[in-house]
Structure formats: structure tokens, C-alpha cells
């Protein structure tokens, strides 16, 4: 059962653009909602995360929209770069596990 | 990564052996934890820790086995592994297993 579903699997924008990746969730008991960014041959890292007791944070390009009603969180990458091309992940914890939706590959072109 | 190492980085191994993956972390964080990547899964949480020998189960701890004796190392062993155990392995490491899990570099596991 995937407790965190993730979408679109994969996105091509261009250099400029706004990336849009969007997650659900399931369990109520979550209590936390990070967003990690992944390169090739490297290990996840925190990107942005986000409580749910607030519906935006921002920091730079990178923005979280939360929906608690709707069980929805996103991620907003706003002046997409080349150097954005990553995978990226959104995450849910509670009682001291991160569960992760499945990744977005993003590729940015120039 | 700093403060926390995985070894090894690569491995190939054939089926029926038992494998071993080391975690070390110099941060003394209590939490440390086991997932496994693979395409169109994301990362899958194996298993964890939340203290020296305090252990738990994550999603697919089917056919894996923890320990930590000490607070620094977090070690993953497959007992008999098996084809669908060729994947990516990453440790991480939380203070106090909610905010800032950090990732190590990874193991890349070949069964065959």
C-alpha cells in the first residue's frame, strides 16, 4: 500500500518555467512533509519541508503548498534552471519515519 | 556525506549468500534507518533504529536483518539474497528522527 503518491512521474520544462510536482496522502497521523532533491549517484537531500499547520512556505524558488483538507502537498519550482534537473522526492513522517512517494525525474532545458 | 559512511559502495554477490551492508555516522544521532531504492518506488523504508539495540520493521523488511550495537553503526545483513534484492541501499540518520534526515552516498547491490 503506497501511503504517498506521487505525480508526474517524470517532467521536461523549459529553462525559465515553473515546475509543478504534486503529492496525496493517506494517513492522518502525518505530521511532517519534506521534499527532497536527488542527483545521479548521490544520496537524497532535504530540499524544503513543511508542518501542516501552516498551507505555504518558501524559501528562494522552491515553494510547498499545503492542503490539509484535501490530503495534498506540492512542490514549485519557480525560474527553473538547467541545474534543477534532478529527481525529486516528497516525503511523509510520523512517529519517527519518512515515507516517500515514488519521484519525480525533472529535466530542464536550456 | 558528511558524518555518515556506507560501505560497501558497490557489491555483487550470487544468490543463496548471506550480505552484509555497514552504516558508521560520527554525529551521534539516535535515529538511523534503511531503505532500499529501486524505479518507480521511490525509496522504501527497510528497517530502523531509535536507539542502541532498539530496532523496528519498516515497509519490506522481508528478508532483512538489523543490528546496532553501538550508537555509530547500523548494520543490514541479507541473510540468503535473492535477485529481487539487486537495488540501491541508503542509510540515513535523524537527531531526533522527524526533521533534517541525512543520506548516505549509497551501496549498489547486485544479486545474481
Known amino acids: 500500500q503506497q501511503q504517498v503518491k506521487q505525480s508526474p512521474q517524470s517532467l521536461i520544462v523549459q529553462k525559465g518555467g515553473i515546475s509543478i510536482i504534486n503529492c496525496a496522502y493517506e494517513?492522518?497521523?502525518?505530521?511532517?512533509f519534506p521534499w527532497y532533491q536527488q542527483f545521479p549517484g548521490k544520496g537524497p537531500a532535504l530540499l524544503i519541508a513543511?508542518?501542516?499547520?501552516?498551507s505555504e512556505k518558501k524559501e528562494g524558488r522552491f515553494t510547498i503548498s499545503f492542503n490539509k483538507s484535501a490530503k495534498q502537498f506540492s512542490l514549485h519550482i519557480m525560474d527553473s534552471q538547467p541545474g534543477d534537473s534532478a529527481t525529486y522526492f516528497c516525503?511523509?513522517?510520523?512517529?519517527?519515519?519518512?515515507?516517500f512517494g515514488q519521484g519525480t525525474t525533472l529535466q530542464v532545458k536550456p | 556525506d558528511a558524518g555518515i559512511t556506507q560501505s560497501p559502495r558497490h557489491k555483487v554477490t550470487e544468490t543463496g549468500t548471506p550480505v552484509t551492508l555497514r552504516c558508521h555516522q560520527t554525529?551521534?544521532?539516535?535515529?538511523m534507518y534503511w531503505y532500499r531504492q529501486d524505479p518507480g518506488h521511490g525509496l522504501r523504508l527497510i528497517h530502523y533504529s531509535y536507539g542502541v539495540k532498539d530496532t523496528d520493521k519498516g515497509e519490506v523488511s522481508d528478508g532483512y536483518s538489523v543490528s546496532r550495537s553501538k550508537t555509530e553503526d547500523f548494520l543490514l545483513t541479507l541473510e540468503s539474497a535473492t535477485s529481487s534484492q539487486t537495488s540501491v541501499y541508503f542509510c540515513a540518520i535523524s537527531e531526533d528522527g522527524d526533521y533534517g534526515y541525512t543520506f548516505g552516498s549509497g551501496t549498489r547491490l547486485t544479486v545474481v
Open positions: 494517513n492522518t497521523a502525518f505530521d511532517y
Open positions: 554525529e551521534n544521532h539516535r535515529y
Open positions: 516525503a511523509a513522517s510520523s512517529s519517527g519515519k519518512l515515507i
Open positions: 513543511i508542518r501542516p499547520d501552516v
